[in-house]
C-alpha cells in the first residue's frame, strides 16, 4: 500500500481513539518511516532542525510576557476602566468583556491563556450583575479566541515561518480584520442582552475616567511599544518579544508592585509549562510535515484540491471548510504544519496573496477554538465557571456564527485585510 495511504490511516486512527495530538504527530512520523524506509536517522535531525529558528524564539517569550502580565493584574485595571466607558449600554459588562478579550490578545498571543486571565475576573462580574453564568463564560471564551487574530500574535509567527512571509507585515494585517471580528461579537452580545435584559452601570464621572485611565495607562502602553518598536523599525518581532518581557516585569515590579520573587518563580514555571507543550506540538507537526513531503502526501493532496474545480472562489471555499473542520479536533499550531505545506502550492497556483491567506486560516482556526469538540477556550471557559461543555456551547452559537460571517466578508474583500500592510509601506 502507498505510504501516503498509511499515513493518513494512522493519524486518523490515532485521533480517534483520542492519542493526544503531538504524540499522534510523531508515531506516524516514526511508523510512515519504517513503512516507507526513510531511515529513523532523520527524525532526530529534522526534530532539533524543526525548532532551531530564530523566529520561533519569539514563542517562549511571548508566552512568558503573557504570563507576567496576567501576574502583575494589568488586566483588571484595563477592565475597571472600560467598564466606566461603556456605563449603562445593555449587555455594558459582556461588551467590555468583548474589548477587553480584543486588548488582551495583543498582550497574550494565546486564547487559552486569555480565557484563564480575563475569565475569572469577568465570569463572576457578569453574573454578579445578572447574567446568565453559561452567556457570561461563552462571552468570555469566544471573544477570547480574538487573541491569535490581534497582533502581537503566536499563530502568526508559526504561520509566517512556515509559508515564508513576513511576521511583521501578518501582525499589521491582522489588526482590522481582529477588530471586525470584535465588533460583529459586540452586535450579537447588544441584541441578546437588551433581548434579555442584562442591563449595564452607571456612566463613569470624568474624574473616575481619569483616575482609571491613569491606573491602566501603564497597561495600556503595552501593544503600543510592541507594535511601534516593530514598524518603527526599532526591533523585529522576535526582539520585540523579548521587550514584553522586560517591560512586563518592570511595570510587575515597579510600578504596580504585584511582582515578588516568590511569583517571579511561578511565572517561570508556568511560562515554561506552556512553552513546552507548545514547543513539543512545533516540533511533531514538523516531523509529520518533513514525512508527507517525503512520501507525497503534499503533492497528491494538493493535485486533489486543485482538480476540484477551476473556479477560484469555489476552492477558496472548500479550503475554508476543510480548516474550520480540522481545527474542531487539532490545534492551531498543528493545522499549520499539516495542512500549509498543502496549501501553499494552490495559494500560488490561484494567485493568492499569502499575507491574506494567512490572516484568513488564522480567523477559521480561531473559531475552531471554540468549536466542539475540542474547542480548547470553551474547556477552559467551562472549568473556570464549572458548567458542563454542552451548556456552553449551546450559548457560543450565535457569537461562532457572528465570527463566521466576518470570516466570509474578509474572505472576499482582501482589500481589508491587505490595507493597513500598504499603509505601512510592509508590501
Same mark, same amino acid.
Given at each position: 500500500?502507498?505510504?501516503?495511504?498509511?499515513?493518513?490511516?494512522?493519524?486518523?486512527?490515532?485521533?480517534?481513539?483520542?492519542?493526544?495530538?503531538?504524540?499522534?504527530?510523531?508515531?506516524?512520523?516514526?511508523?510512515?518511516?519504517?513503512?516507507?524506509?526513510?531511515?529513523?536517522?532523520?527524525?532526530?535531525?529534522?526534530?532539533?532542525?524543526?525548532?532551531?529558528?530564530?523566529?520561533?524564539?519569539?514563542?517562549?517569550?511571548?508566552?512568558?510576557?503573557?504570563?507576567?502580565?496576567?501576574?502583575?493584574?494589568?488586566?483588571?485595571?484595563?477592565?475597571?476602566?472600560?467598564?466606566?466607558?461603556?456605563?449603562?449600554?445593555?449587555?455594558?459588562?459582556?461588551?467590555?468583556?468583548?474589548?477587553?478579550?480584543?486588548?488582551?490578545?495583543?498582550?497574550?498571543?494565546?486564547?487559552?491563556?486569555?480565557?484563564?486571565?480575563?475569565?475569572?475576573?469577568?465570569?463572576?462580574?457578569?453574573?454578579?450583575?445578572?447574567?446568565?453564568?453559561?452567556?457570561?463564560?461563552?462571552?468570555?471564551?469566544?471573544?477570547?479566541?480574538?487573541?491569535?487574530?490581534?497582533?502581537?500574535?503566536?499563530?502568526?509567527?508559526?504561520?509566517?515561518?512556515?509559508?515564508?512571509?513576513?511576521?511583521?507585515?501578518?501582525?499589521?494585517?491582522?489588526?482590522?480584520?481582529?477588530?471586525?471580528?470584535?465588533?460583529?461579537?459586540?452586535?450579537?452580545?447588544?441584541?441578546?442582552?437588551?433581548?434579555?435584559?442584562?442591563?449595564?452601570?452607571?456612566?463613569?464621572?470624568?474624574?473616575?475616567?481619569?483616575?482609571?485611565?491613569?491606573?491602566?495607562?501603564?497597561?495600556?502602553?503595552?501593544?503600543?511599544?510592541?507594535?511601534?518598536?516593530?514598524?518603527?523599525?526599532?526591533?523585529?518581532?522576535?526582539?520585540?518579544?523579548?521587550?514584553? /518581557?522586560?517591560?512586563?516585569?518592570?511595570?510587575?515590579?515597579?510600578?504596580?508592585?504585584?511582582?515578588?520573587?516568590?511569583?517571579?518563580?511561578?511565572?517561570?514555571?508556568?511560562?515554561?509549562?506552556?512553552?513546552?507543550?507548545?514547543?513539543?506540538? /512545533?516540533?511533531?507537526?514538523?516531523?509529520?510535515?518533513?514525512?508527507?513531503?517525503?512520501?507525497?502526501?503534499?503533492?497528491?493532496?494538493?493535485?486533489?484540491?486543485?482538480?476540484?474545480?477551476?473556479?477560484?472562489?469555489?476552492?477558496?471555499?472548500?479550503?475554508?471548510?476543510?480548516?474550520?473542520?480540522?481545527?474542531?479536533?487539532?490545534?492551531?499550531?498543528?493545522?499549520?504544519?499539516?495542512?500549509?505545506?498543502?496549501?501553499?502550492?494552490?495559494?500560488?497556483?490561484?494567485?493568492?496573496?499569502?499575507?491574506?491567506?494567512? /490572516?484568513?486560516?488564522?480567523?477559521?482556526?480561531?473559531?475552531?477554538?471554540?468549536?466542539?469538540?475540542?474547542?480548547?477556550?470553551?474547556?477552559?471557559?467551562?472549568?473556570?465557571?464549572?458548567?458542563?461543555?454542552?451548556?456552553?456551547?449551546?450559548?457560543?452559537?450565535?457569537?461562532?456564527?457572528?465570527?463566521?460571517?466576518?470570516?466570509?466578508?474578509?474572505?472576499?474583500?482582501?482589500?481589508?485585510?491587505?490595507?493597513?500592510?500598504? /499603509?505601512?509601506?510592509?508590501?
Amino acid at each position: 500500500m502507498d505510504p501516503a495511504i498509511w499515513m493518513v490511516i494512522i493519524f486518523v486512527a490515532l485521533l480517534i481513539i483520542r492519542v493526544p495530538i503531538a504524540i499522534s504527530l510523531g508515531m506516524t512520523t516514526i511508523f510512515v518511516s519504517l513503512i516507507a524506509d526513510k531511515g529513523l536517522g532523520m527524525i532526530s535531525y529534522n526534530f532539533f532542525g524543526g525548532i532551531s529558528k530564530f523566529p520561533l524564539l519569539a514563542i517562549p517569550f511571548f508566552i512568558m510576557a503573557g504570563v507576567i502580565m496576567q501576574k502583575a493584574r494589568m488586566a483588571e485595571k484595563i477592565i475597571n476602566f472600560v467598564k466606566l466607558i461603556v456605563g449603562p449600554i445593555p449587555g455594558g459588562l459582556a461588551i467590555a468583556t468583548v474589548i477587553v478579550a480584543t486588548f488582551w490578545g495583543a498582550v497574550s498571543g494565546s486564547g487559552p491563556a486569555t480565557v484563564a486571565a480575563l475569565g475569572v475576573i469577568l465570569i463572576p462580574g457578569m453574573v454578579k450583575q445578572g447574567y446568565d453564568k453559561d452567556f457570561a463564560t461563552a462571552v468570555t471564551s469566544v471573544s477570547s479566541g480574538l487573541a491569535i487574530i490581534i497582533p502581537p500574535s503566536i499563530a502568526f509567527i508559526v504561520y509566517g515561518m512556515i509559508a515564508n512571509v513576513s511576521i511583521g507585515t501578518l501582525f499589521a494585517a491582522g489588526i482590522i480584520p481582529g477588530a471586525l471580528v470584535a465588533l460583529g461579537l459586540i452586535t450579537v452580545v447588544f441584541i441578546i442582552s437588551k433581548k434579555r435584559g442584562y442591563k449595564g452601570e452607571e456612566w463613569g464621572t470624568l474624574s473616575e475616567l481619569w483616575d482609571s485611565f491613569k491606573d491602566a495607562f501603564w497597561a495600556f502602553l503595552t501593544p503600543v511599544i510592541i507594535l511601534g518598536g516593530i514598524y518603527g523599525g526599532v526591533f523585529t518581532p522576535t526582539e520585540a518579544a523579548a521587550v514584553a /518581557v522586560f517591560y512586563g516585569l518592570f511595570v510587575g515590579v515597579f510600578v504596580y508592585k504585584t511582582i515578588n520573587f516568590k511569583i517571579l518563580f511561578k511565572i517561570g514555571v508556568d511560562a515554561a509549562e506552556t512553552t513546552a507543550v507548545v514547543m513539543l506540538v /512545533v516540533t511533531a507537526a514538523g516531523l509529520f510535515s518533513w514525512i508527507a513531503t517525503n512520501v507525497g502526501l503534499i503533492q497528491k493532496a494538493s493535485g486533489a484540491i486543485l482538480g476540484l474545480s477551476d473556479n477560484p472562489v469555489i476552492i477558496l471555499l472548500f479550503i475554508n471548510i476543510i480548516i474550520l473542520f480540522a481545527g474542531m479536533v487539532i490545534d492551531a499550531i498543528s493545522i499549520y504544519y499539516v495542512f500549509l505545506p498543502i496549501l501553499l502550492p494552490i495559494m500560488a497556483e490561484m494567485g493568492w496573496d499569502p499575507v491574506w491567506f494567512g /490572516v484568513i486560516m488564522t480567523i477559521n482556526l480561531a473559531i475552531g477554538q471554540v468549536t466542539p469538540p475540542v474547542a480548547v477556550n470553551l474547556y477552559v471557559g467551562s472549568n473556570i465557571a464549572n458548567i458542563s461543555l454542552e451548556k456552553l456551547a449551546k450559548q457560543a452559537i450565535p457569537l461562532i456564527l457572528a465570527a463566521v460571517v466576518v470570516l466570509l466578508i474578509l474572505m472576499y474583500l482582501p482589500g481589508l485585510t491587505t490595507f493597513l500592510p500598504k /499603509v505601512f509601506g510592509l508590501y
